[in-house]
């Protein structure tokens, strides 16, 4: 699932009401940045979606049917293996204004804060993300012993995959840093002081209150993103042995999608 701009604009302005609370009407200046920027997310959001690998998910089950698909077997995925060669740094690189001077130099730094504090969350989550998947499918060679003149023999597992599930099914280290509250802790921090902060390095109420509703906004369409995209599929590999048909195996290149 790849997040449509339109989603996350919609999302970042439920939150917005704070910046414009004293006009009668949200300003179409602040319309069309939270339009640019939303564009500029969406665009890094799909190259993150490219991005996941997974290598390799071991395994097991301590049972398979003889010749048949297994069903139930545990996948373990554990924090590490999830892995992503992009990240939301590139927001800042994707952005784009449609005002007719131009962005500013604080409006640029703005989005450039914006993308630094989404990126360091993100790069906490994926190394520390971990679940629980199912291994099923495919073919189990094992022949079982019948007593007294055949003994059985071991055998492979493979056609197997990783049965479809939902990112929001497991969990990571790096949850909390996803939360509106730590990134919009995360953005304040990537704030350049010279362009963005007032005396005594405090951000402008109404740039605050942006940063909050961005950061919220980000944090309810990653909600959404995590239960709609799915870990599936990928090849299996491994043994099923004597006497029951368990399976030690792994399944490799399950997708993120």
Known sequence: MKPSAGQIKSDIQAQDAAVWSEADARPDALDKFEGDLADALAAAWSDVMDGFVIASVP???????????LAGGVGTLSPGTLTNS??????????????PDGATEGLLALVDAISQGLGQAFALWVPGYSATLVGSGGTSSWVAPVPPG????PGTWTGGSIQSQPLSSGVSAGDAAMTGTSLE????????????KQNQGA??????????????GFATT??????????????????????SGAVAGA??????S
Not at 86 to 99: E, G, L, P
Not at 150 to 153: D, E, M
């Open 86 to 99: 992009a990240s939301f740094t590139a927001t800042a690189n994707k952005f784009s204004t449609s005002f």
């Open 222 to 243: 990653w909600t959404q993103w995590k239960s709609g995209t799915n870990i599936s599929g990928g090849t299996s590999s491994g043994v099923a042995s004597l006497p």
């Open 150 to 153: 055949n003994p059985g023999a």
């Open 59 to 69: 395994v097991t089950a301590t049972s398979s049917p003889p010749g048949g698909p």
């Open 185 to 196: 802790m995360g953005i304040g921090a990537m704030a350049d002081p010279a362009k963005l």
């Open 203 to 216: 951000l402008q109420p109404a740039l605050s209150s942006l940063i909050k509703a961005v950061a919220n």
């Open 251 to 256: 399944v490799s290149s399950p997708t993120v």
